[in-house]
């Protein structure tokens, strides 16, 4: 899966219905990915940790836990990628994401998911880009 197509999946699976904490888009990326190859899922996995990587910088990071951080990146990600460049091109664009404490976790777990409704199996997910807050060194630099 490529960065368009990541994006458009989220697009494609926004609800159209308010979802403050991104629940109904999770449902809908794992329903989606459930009837999908093993290599969407797989993708999606890659496109979702890199994204989160890109995200994890120290000019967003305000006060907030290391898990608030991850889950206020996550919620950006789920905002879509009109949302998700304006962040990377003004930090100040992430400021309401962090001050309004508005999370999407579940989206954090959607390939985990899909992958186990595919296999039956749970997936010891190993993607090449931690989303894990503070692991983009370079972002923390300085």
């Known amino acids: 899966m490529d960065e368009d197509s990541f994006w458009q999946l989220i697009e494609d699976c926004r609800p159209t219905e308010p979802d403050p904490d991104a629940e109904l888009l999770a449902a809908a990326v794992t329903e989606c990915l459930a009837r999908s190859p093993l290599s969407l899922v797989i993708g999606l996995a890659e496109q979702l940790s890199w994204a989160l990587y890109r995200l994890d910088r120290k000019e967003y990071g305000h006060d907030l836990s290391d898990d608030a951080f991850l889950y206020t990146r996550a ?66 630099a300085g």
């Open 75 to 140: 919620a950006v990600v789920a905002a879509g990628r009109t949302a998700f460049d304006g962040v990377l091109r003004n930090p100040t664009a992430f400021t309401p994401y962090a001050t309004g404490l508005i999370w999407a976790e579940r989206l954090l777990y959607t390939p985990d998911r899909a992958y186990e409704r595919i296999t039956g199996e749970e997936w010891d997910r190993d993607t090449r880009y931690s989303y894990e807050s503070c692991s983009n060194t370079e972002g923390w």
